[in-house]
């Protein structure tokens, strides 16, 4: 079998998302998910301009031989543009093996570890009355964990929580050009104790909680959240403070029993490497698509299990339903799953990619359908085109750029 096509498609369904497609001589095809969320053409370059000609008579099926000449014979490694260009390749590989042997993709990473992968959803609120009611609607859905969010008095506009202008209408935070958010950190690790305090008062607590920092704290600030949340006992804190500085969680971890999630930034387990073995975290937190795919998160995985750390996969709505599925059959098979990340998608992103994967009382399941178990809709994909769109950009009230 050779690999006779390798297609790159880029679709705006309500997030821009970049697939790519691989054909075979044999008919079969595979697909990878390529989105990098506001350098999304970057990748497009990378695999139209670099990649694509390289696969071109490969045999689809070695894999490991593919990512390994991909990763080395670049000479500049590592980086989220390199890595998402070949998650899209490793993912579409396997897609294509597993169809060839008949299996949904778990099957070939050693089958199933479990019966269901276990998620959590997001709720937030501009206040905390509001957060109460994003909670319930989580619940409602069937969620068994919930990661919350809320409003910082004072603030305009926080990340991860829904807002409006002064018109009333939703502020979304990707947009053409970067939305600038305003931030206070005093103000934010004054007011989230009270948050878990008043979520803990009305659901309990036996409800997992999750809380995400974005990585705005110095190493000291995260240590004293990580204290101070202490008594509501949370699930995770993620992303507690920038972790290019390994040795930051060792402040960290001395300070606090908060279990710690770091890595949806990540690209390659050099970045992990003091974090696992000094067991300075507790949840690795890396996307398929952003990590090089299947083939190096599943050794992170084998490698973190060594110091009992659990896996946790970066699952927002700018994963497409590529990068979601293949995600959700290594859940399912690797002994140390935590928890995964799902939003969902819209309902014409699901148009777009239409997949085998199901969410049901909370819970994913791949589905055996060989491969991924995801179909591209091409023509519908382009009746949707790209559209340029950018995260949010933090400043403090003196109108600096915040290190997040």
Request: glycine share 8%.
């Amino acid at each position: 079998m050779k690999i006779v096509d390798a297609t790159v498609v880029v679709t705006s369904p309500g997030r821009n998302f970049v697939t790519l497609k691989l054909t075979t001589d044999e008919g079969l095809t595979g697909l990878g998910d390529a989105t990098l969320n506001g350098r999304e053409l970057a990748v497009v370059s990378y695999l139209t301009d670099h990649v694509a000609p390289l696969l071109i008579g490969l045999d689809p099926h070695r894999i490991e031989d593919t990512w390994q000449s991909l990763y080395r014979g670049a000479y500049w490694r590592r980086g989220p543009v390199t890595m998402a260009a070949i998650a899209a390749v490793d993912v579409a590989l396997w897609d294509i093996k597993a169809k060839a042997a008949g299996l949904p993709l778990y099957q070939l990473l050693g089958g199933a570890s479990r019966d269901r992968v276990g998620t959590y959803g997001h709720a937030n609120g501009r206040d905390i009355p509001e957060l109460l009611d994003s909670v319930r609607a989580r619940l409602a859905e069937g969620y068994p964990a919930v990661r919350i969010q809320s409003g910082i008095p004072g603030l305009r506009a926080v990340y991860g929580v829904s807002s409006t202008d002064d018109a009333g209408s939703p502020v979304l935070h990707q947009q053409a050009r970067p939305l600038v958010e305003d931030w206070d950190t005093d103000a934010y690790l004054r007011h989230m104790p009270a948050v878990f305090e008043a979520v803990r008062a009305e659901f309990g607590g036996a409800l997992p909680l999750l809380h995400d920092a974005h990585h705005r704290l110095t190493p000291i600030q995260a240590a004293r959240l990580g204290k101070d949340l202490e008594p509501y006992r949370p699930f995770w804190l993620e992303d507690c403070t920038p972790a290019e500085n390994q040795e930051a969680l060792r402040l960290v971890r001395r300070h606090t029993t908060t279990p710690l999630a770091i890595g949806e930034v990540f690209n390659t387990v050099y970045d992990y490497q003091a974090l696992i073995t000094e067991q300075l975290i507790d949840y690795v937190r890396s996307a398929v698509t952003h990590f090089g795919g299947v083939t190096p998160l599943r050794k992170l995985f084998d490698f973190a299990a060594q110091y009992q750390i659990k896996s946790a996969v970066h699952g927002p709505e700018d994963i497409s339903p590529v990068g979601m599925a293949a995600a959700v059959h290594l859940d399912l098979a690797v002994h140390n799953f935590g928890i995964q990340e799902y939003s969902g998608h819209t309902p014409l992103t699901e148009e777009v990619f239409r997949h085998a994967y199901t969410f049901t009382d909370g819970h994913l399941h791949p589905g055996e359908t060989p491969g991924i178990g995801v179909e591209l809709d091409e023509e519908l994909a382009a009746a949707h085109p790209y559209k340029a769109a950018y995260l949010p950009v933090n400043r403090l009230g003196d109108g600096t750029v915040h290190d997040w």
